[in-house]
């Protein structure tokens, strides 16, 4: 399932900045939807990075969409599979609400793609002029999955670590457990956000990879580990709902094949999580069972301690799973395939 991630953020906070930076990555093929209200055109050269297919939602909001339709509909075409996208990346408009855009990809029902994470862009100078001006901490950080505080090169030397704390806390007020960079020029390591397939250019591709990867290396944006712990005997149900559930601090995203017990023996599921929220699904057909592992996505990860929650929850396990882990195995399948069907199983 190709993973859709959004990006949200007020007017001029550097989405458009973001994307780019996201597409000077060549080794995944990425498709973009652009939420235009006819302001930016993507043959305009403001998005500069290489698209593999874009699709345009012009004349509104993606959040007032009366239904998440006109979404889905694009969502369904770019997932195609002759597209062969590795990822989706949705630029909502500047006047998008994350919670609007949070529900939309919820409950809608687009096949192929599964949420790849809300990603709210901050502008750390105008921030407390424009967005966070009441009391209560702005509820659209709630839907967020990372939070990047942008624009801190505009921001004196001695007050920007300063900011940046004052912004983190605030957007902890109303989301305490999401994962929040510093950023200037938008800049955030791919890598954090989806898979960059290949280290080379692949034969049928513009032959970008090696200049773009040298760019990315100089543009100073926090670098995403990466913590990997191998799976090769099966785990226990619960202990890796729980890990799931909590998840090690600063991991904003886990994916990897495991092995877990079932109640009809053990089955091989892909676990792709981010900022929180976890998809599982049966594990990808011709995946290979000696190379199943679980990988740990973050900045500043603690990579012993996440190294060892991580073994924590996939210790081999011979007991029978209780009935009660193996309902909750399936409750989170039946969310995963249909993200829609949340209310009726919470019913
Ligand atoms: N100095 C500085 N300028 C930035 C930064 N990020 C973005 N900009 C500039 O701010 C302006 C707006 O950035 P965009 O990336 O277009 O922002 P946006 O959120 O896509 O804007 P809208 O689509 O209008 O809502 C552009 O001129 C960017 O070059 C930053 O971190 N530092």
Redesign the pocket.
């Known amino acids: 399932m190709i993973p859709v991630i959004v990006?949200t953020?007020?007017?001029?906070?550097?989405?458009?900045?973001?994307?780019?930076g996201l597409l000077t990555r060549p080794g995944t093929r990425v498709g973009v939807i652009i939420n235009d209200i006819g302001?930016?055109n993507v043959d305009t050269g403001?998005i500069t990075g290489q698209i593999d297919a874009a699709e345009s939602i012009a004349g509104g909001c993606v959040c007032c969409l009366p239904d998440s339709g006109g979404l889905d509909e694009l969502l369904e075409k770019l997932a195609q599979p002759k597209l062969r996208l590795d990822a989706i990346i949705v630029?909502a408009?500047?006047a998008a609400d994350p919670i609007n855009v949070d529900r939309l990809l919820r409950y809608g029902n687009a096949p192929g793609v599964r949420p790849g994470g809300i990603i709210d862009?901050i502008?750390?100078v105008q921030h407390e002029h424009t967005v966070d001006t009441a009391a209560m901490a702005p509820a659209r950080f709630g839907a967020a999955s990372l939070v990047v505080v942008?624009?801190?090169?505009?921001i004196a030397e001695d007050a920007r670590e300063a900011t940046f704390a004052r912004i983190s806390d605030r957007v902890r007020q109303a989301n305490p457990k999401v994962s929040i960079v510093p950023?200037?020029?938008?800049?955030i390591d791919p890598d954090l956000v989806f898979d960059i397939a290949l280290n080379e250019d692949p034969a049928d591709e513009l032959p970008l990879a090696a200049v773009s990867r040298a760019e990315h290396d100089h543009t100073h944006a926090p670098h995403a580990h990466a913590v990997t712990v191998p799976c090769p005997e099966p785990a226990d149900p619960g202990a890796v709902l729980d890990l799931l559930e909590n998840p090690p601090a600063n991991a904003y995203r886990l994916k990897g094949h495991v092995k877990i017990r079932t109640g009809t023996g053990v089955q091989r599921y892909l676990i792709n999580m981010v900022g929180w929220q976890p998809h599982l699904q049966l594990a990808t057909p011709g995946s290979d069972p000696a190379k199943d592992a679980l990988v740990a996505v973050g900045v500043e990860l603690d990579e012993q301690q996440v190294g060892d929650v991580l073994r924590a929850a996939l210790e081999p396990s011979n007991a029978e799973p209780s009935s009660q882990d193996l309902i909750r195995l399936e409750r989170r399948l039946i969310l995963s395939s249909r993200v829609a069907d949340e209310e009726s199983v919470r019913s």
């Open positions: 990006l953020g007020y007017l001029g906070a550097g989405k458009t900045s973001l994307l780019n302001k930016i403001l630029e408009s500047g862009v502008d750390a942008n624009k801190l090169d505009m950023a200037s020029h938008a800049a």
